[in-house]
């Protein structure tokens, strides 16, 4: 199916949901709550039924992120080169139903960075798998909606410490836009960042975890980190605005406010990274972590989060320090995403995502 009949059947679906909402009436951050309190919230066990991307919205709700089952396929891409201005290339579509795939993909599987590159190293798997056979896997299993995100980086350093300036291993996936320049104006509303809530939610658990630091790392560091991309719709605003949802180095961690650095191929953008505090704030504890480690014990954690305090606090520090145009939130719109690993040091790790959503209310008027 090509992008352009997938992204008619979804404005088709969104026009209904619009109907629906119709008839309802670098380093810096401090680590308190935004001035509204978001309504946050996780259970250690995640309810045998939660709600998947299968589902409709809630009435007055739409559903923002296309194709979360990967109905289209996910497009594969080449390592950077950063010998040549960081180019990168597609280089396969790989369909997890076994069959051929999208010829335009939302999604594609990214390894910045983590050794040699797979487009030379795929291995025989299952449709569900893109895999090299050791090191790197994402697999979706298109039955139970989850998606499993496999990374050893010791590939990557090969018993080298990892120093300071060096690039660093990432297995992520990302829907680059969502698409809103082609969707009728009264849908793309729902993408702006002054929606009355807009929602994410998904169930996580953290399923290997193995450290093996080195004498003269510069810092050792497994990250799992969710990234929305807020964009301005008549400026060139870009922040990129995440979860922090998993780092090796401690169980709660604030909110995260500087910019994208250290690296030669660095944007310069703002960055907001929620904290993981606020993340599962009502966990009654930590996420992904027990008795002051990491906890690879493979029980899922619901996660159910309101963006639209933390936006709010997003656009007041980014106006104060210079990063804004757009006046208010309605000058912003989430419009593409990644998620996956992000990781400095010799690490085994791997995580399960499923049921991944995000769902924007707006009122009439």
Known sequence: MARGERMLLRILFMAAAVFLAG?????????????????TGVTEDAPAETASPYDEPEEGHMQLIPD????????????????????FSAFAVHDFRGG???DEPFWRLCQWDSGPDLSGMLAESSPEEITDGQWRSFRYDP???????YLDTSLYYGGSPAREGDYWPHLLIEAPDFGCRELPGETAEYYRCDAEKMTVS???RLT???????????????????????????TEDFCWFGLQLFDSRWPRNEHYVGYDGGKADASGAMIYSVGSKYVYKNAGGTALWKDGAPSPDGEWRHVEIDLVPYLKDML???????????GDLSGLRIDGMNVGWETIGTFRHGMELRHLRLTALRSEG
């Open 23 to 39: 008839c309802a009436s670098v380093t810096g951050g401090s680590g308190s709550e935004p001035d509204e309190a978001a309504k």
């Open 68 to 87: 979360t089952a990967f109905l289209g396929g996910m497009e594969l891409i080449t390592q950077k080169d950063h010998g040549n201005g960081d180019a």
């Open 100 to 102: 051929g795939g999208g």
């Open 143 to 149: 039955e139970t909606d989850e998606m499993r995100f």
């Open 202 to 204: 998904f169930d996580i």
């Open 208 to 234: 290997d975890y193995e450290a093996s630091p080195v004498e003269g790392d510069w810092v050792d560091a497994a990250q799992f980190l969710m990234y929305f991309y807020v964009k301005g719709t008549e």
């Open 316 to 326: 007041k520090r980014g106006s104060r320090d210079g990063y804004f145009k757009a």
